[in-house]
């Protein structure tokens, strides 16, 4: 049987960062994580698919939904879930990009999506730009830093809505990743609000970089708050150790831009 063999060549090809599970009473459904990749700004977080073999498969390709927790981080992946891929016929492409019946796996399609779809640079994966926007154009890549800011304060969420309600079958291999990674995500948020990395490059050993990177102002609030809610993930779901340093700066800039709100608001009052 089809299923049977792409089993074979999952166990075989998998990188990785890419785990996937049966459902123990339903063999036409898996689920698989895919863990997004460094120097892109989906490092370090959990995206989720659900895939359905349709049941005249592998002649149709593979229904895959993804799990958006409502938001939308990349232009391929809907808040609906829709996944679109040349590879399962749900995007424009070539005919030889396309679903071929019998040459196309599962791996190929789990591969596809983390390499071509959450990629470094996903602003250029938008279809009604792809022809005019040059990469090497200062215009197009700071529009593609703007983009990348908001991926990346998403996949934060996501993260934060993952630890608090893991995808059955995944709950140990949830608290596992953040338990590893979480200090590091950590560090990856206070980087970029600082401007020190580019959003999506951090890596351990240039986080501390001098050089200065200019963000929004509205991305660094967004990464103060986002900061403390993912502390506060990580202690409540992983129970972690708390020799992480508290961010007493972050906590405390956060507290003084909320005070100073409320000092505005009561002048505006009293005024
Ligand atoms: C599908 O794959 C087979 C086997 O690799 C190949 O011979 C065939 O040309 C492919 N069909 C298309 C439409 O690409
Ligand atoms: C892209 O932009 C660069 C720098 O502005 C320019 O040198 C190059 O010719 C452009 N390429 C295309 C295909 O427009
Ligand atoms: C950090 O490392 C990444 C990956 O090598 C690189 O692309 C990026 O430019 C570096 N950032 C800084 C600020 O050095």
Same mark, same amino acid.
């Given at each position: 049987?089809?299923?049977?063999?792409?089993?074979?060549?999952?166990?075989?090809?998998?990188?990785?960062?890419?785990?996937?599970?049966?459902?123990?009473? +339903?063999?036409?459904?898996? !689920?698989?994580?895919?863990?997004?990749?460094?120097?892109?700004?989906?490092?370090?977080?959990?995206?989720?698919?659900?895939?359905?073999?349709?049941?005249?498969?592998?002649?149709?390709?593979?229904?895959?939904?993804?799990?958006?927790?409502?938001? !939308?981080?990349?232009?391929?992946?809907?808040?609906?879930?829709?996944?679109?891929?040349?590879?399962?016929?749900?995007?424009?492409?070539?005919?030889?990009? !396309?679903?071929?019946?019998?040459?196309?796996?599962?791996?190929?399609?789990?591969?596809?999506?983390?390499?071509?779809?959450?990629?470094?640079?996903?602003?250029?994966?938008?279809?009604?730009?792809?022809?005019?926007?040059?990469?090497?154009?200062?215009?197009?890549?700071?529009?593609?830093?703007?983009?990348?800011?908001?991926?990346?304060?998403?996949?934060?969420?996501?993260?934060?809505?993952?630890?608090?309600?893991?995808?059955?079958?995944?709950?140990?291999?949830?608290?596992?990743?953040?338990?590893?990674?979480?200090?590091?995500?950590?560090?990856?948020?206070?980087?970029?609000?600082?401007?020190?990395?580019?959003?999506?490059?951090?890596?351990?050993?240039?986080?501390?970089?001098?050089?200065?990177?200019?963000?929004?102002?509205?991305?660094?609030?967004?990464?103060?708050?986002?900061?403390?809610?993912?502390?506060?993930?990580? +202690? !409540?779901?992983?129970?972690?150790?708390?020799?992480?340093?508290?961010?007493?700066?972050?906590?405390?800039?956060?507290?003084?831009?909320?005070?100073?709100?409320?000092?505005?608001?009561?002048?505006?009052?009293?005024?």
């Amino acid at each position: 049987m089809k299923i049977m063999r792409e089993w074979k060549f999952l166990r075989k090809g998998l990188p990785e960062s890419i785990y996937v599970r049966a459902y123990e009473d +339903r063999i036409d459904l898996l !689920r698989a994580v895919i863990v997004g990749a460094p120097s892109t700004p989906y490092h370090d977080g959990l995206f989720f698919f659900d895939i359905a073999f349709p049941s005249d498969y592998p002649h149709q390709p593979p229904k895959v939904y993804y799990r958006s927790h409502g938001l !939308r981080l990349n232009p391929n992946l809907y808040e609906n879930g829709n996944v679109c891929l040349s590879l399962i016929n749900t995007w424009d492409g070539n005919k030889n990009e !396309r679903w071929n019946s019998s040459s196309s796996t599962i791996l190929q399609v789990l591969v596809s999506i983390q390499g071509l779809v959450l990629i470094d640079r996903p602003y250029f994966n938008e279809p009604a730009y792809a022809k005019v926007k040059n990469k090497s154009n200062k215009y197009w890549l700071d529009k593609s830093n703007a983009y990348n800011e908001d991926v990346f304060a998403l996949s934060c969420k996501t993260m934060i809505y993952v630890l608090g309600k893991p995808p059955g079958n995944f709950e140990g291999f949830v608290s596992d990743h953040f338990c590893k990674r979480g200090e590091d995500i950590l560090a990856a948020v206070k980087a970029y609000r600082d401007g020190h990395v580019i959003v999506g490059y951090y890596r351990h050993d240039n986080s501390s970089s001098s050089s200065q990177v200019s963000v929004s102002d509205n991305f660094e609030s967004n990464m103060n708050k986002l900061c403390l809610e993912l502390k506060k993930a990580f +202690r !409540r779901e992983l129970k972690m150790p708390l020799d992480m340093e508290p961010d007493w700066v972050a906590e405390n800039e956060w507290k003084q831009g909320i005070l100073n709100k409320i000092i505005a608001v009561l002048k505006w009052i009293c005024e």
